[in-house]
């Protein structure tokens, strides 16, 4: 079936550090990629979304593109903020039932 | 405008009990999802309602089960509760009818179960 792997952490950065953090992909088809970030205490929200190949999704800094051939979608930032500590989920949908399938987390620190 | 509510926040329950756990969609959202994020994992569906009817369902046994009203606002219901139930249950809603994997699944705060 369809899965999702990413990086395992923890990340842990010193403030304007560069940030990847790797997102891999199995799946049938031609999926819909996302990047959720998980503040600690509340819910998911989306950071930025791909819909097909060679798309790039961007929001506050971040930055992923989808490579069908890789079978990939890297999450990068050029300089990190200690308000972006939270965890990462890299995740993908398809097929007219939209359900998102999850990888693990990645947990992000970002230190003064 | 309103995001995705869920209730209650917290819960505690024991070995065999009942829980039914609540959410409202987004204004606009006629489809809500559920999933349950156990610790330091990331969410694994559980089932999605469209027109109260489920339409997909996740890798989960029959002791999970769920409803949608007309309102759209859904309910999740878990029956003979285990320990290892214990898990952030998160509701998620979408809009529209068309292009569904495409369309932006916007998630509640979950609530936070645990089973003793």
């Known amino acids: 079936g369809d899965s999702v792997t990413q990086m395992e952490g923890p990340v842990t950065l010193s403030e304007e550090a560069f940030l990847t953090i790797n997102c891999t992909y199995t799946?049938?088809?031609?999926?819909?990629l996302f990047w959720y970030v998980q503040y600690p205490g509340e819910g998911l929200q989306l950071l930025l979304k791909a819909t097909k190949a060679d798309d790039k999704g961007s929001n506050k800094g971040f930055e992923a593109t989808y490579r069908k051939e890789t079978t990939s979608f890297h999450l990068e930032k050029g300089s990190v903020q200690v308000s972006d500590s939270a965890v990462y989920f890299c995740a993908l949908s398809q097929g007219s039932q939209g359900n998102l399938i999850f990888g693990k987390g990645t947990k992000l620190s970002v230190k003064p | 405008d309103a995001g995705v509510t869920q209730s209650p926040t917290h819960l505690i329950k024991t070995r065999g009990q009942q829980v039914t756990l609540r959410c409202s969609p987004k204004s606009g959202h006629d489809t809500v999802s559920w999933y349950q994020q156990a610790l330091g994992q990331g969410p694994q569906f559980i089932f999605q309602y469209y027109e109260e009817e489920e339409r997909q369902r996740g890798n989960f046994p029959d002791r999970f089960s769920g409803h949608q009203f007309p309102n759209y606002s859904s309910e999740l219901n878990v029956n003979a509760l285990l320990l290892g139930d214990s898990a952030l249950y998160l509701c998620a809603s979408q809009g529209g009818r068309i292009h569904v994997a495409r369309n932006e699944q916007f998630f509640g705060p979950g609530t936070r179960l645990t089973v003793l």
């Open positions: 799946a049938t088809g031609y999926p819909s």
